[in-house]
């Protein structure tokens, strides 16, 4: 499991708020409209129906409580490129809280509308230098909220695809921010320049080892779009199956990232 050394990619604090909490916003509205047998769905998530989504798509936002509850670590000791490698290590713990979650929280809207006030209360009561313990390690509360648009615009889509129209849209930011995390923690797994993985409109990053590009069009080349990305990073989509739907394009011997993927377990 690699560990960040790179510098990581700087975030807009302003912009990362907004974009959490607009798109917890988009779910909230869209699970307003959804009825007993749509919440009862299965979704792509194992077991996990329509309604334990939703309840997890709250405790991912409610870690951010849960942080700011505990002390300040005495220092920072990860990044956010070392959270993508470290969320498959929880996921069996993670899955029993959030049954117990969905069992707890019937009325899905109040649950969600109460985390909604209380994390723009607590994000107006801390600064985003404030340390939180996470399961990557202690990190900024601002570099934390990055990786919150990750879970939300994931989850988003993982209820798009449980529930047939839903149709819930990405805020643009934690599209981008979403996007941009998960192709630097490609790089960060696979560092070097000889393969070039383009995320239009979001992101462009380098990376597989060997021969450096330094002019003109790269000689390994891979593009795709930002859901396709995010699908392939978190596991969603296979590499293969990706390139025989046409939603991703590879040229070069070094364009074959299948080894490489998914980055989040």
Known sequence: MPTARKRARTYDPVKIRKAVQAQLGNVREAVR??????LALPTRLGEWTVRELV???????????RGLDRPAPARQDATVLDWPFATAASSAAIAEFTRGLAERHPDLDAYLGDIDRTLAEL???HPGTRLLETNAGAMPLADYLVTRTVELVVHTDDLNAAVPGLDIPHDRQALAACTRLLADALAAKAPGGSTEV?????AVVQC???????RGTPPNV????PLTWIRLATGRLGWKDALDAAKVSASGERADLDGLLPLMG
Not at 198 to 202: A, C, E, G
């Open 33 to 38: 409209t959804l009825t007993p047998e749509q």
């Open 55 to 65: 309840a997890h798509i709250g405790m991912a936002v409610t870690a951010v409580h």
């Open 123 to 125: 994000l107006d009561a």
């Open 198 to 202: 383009r995320i239009p409109p979001y």
């Open 208 to 214: 597989v080892e060997g021969p450096k590009h330094t």
């Open 222 to 225: 891979v593009e795709t779009d």
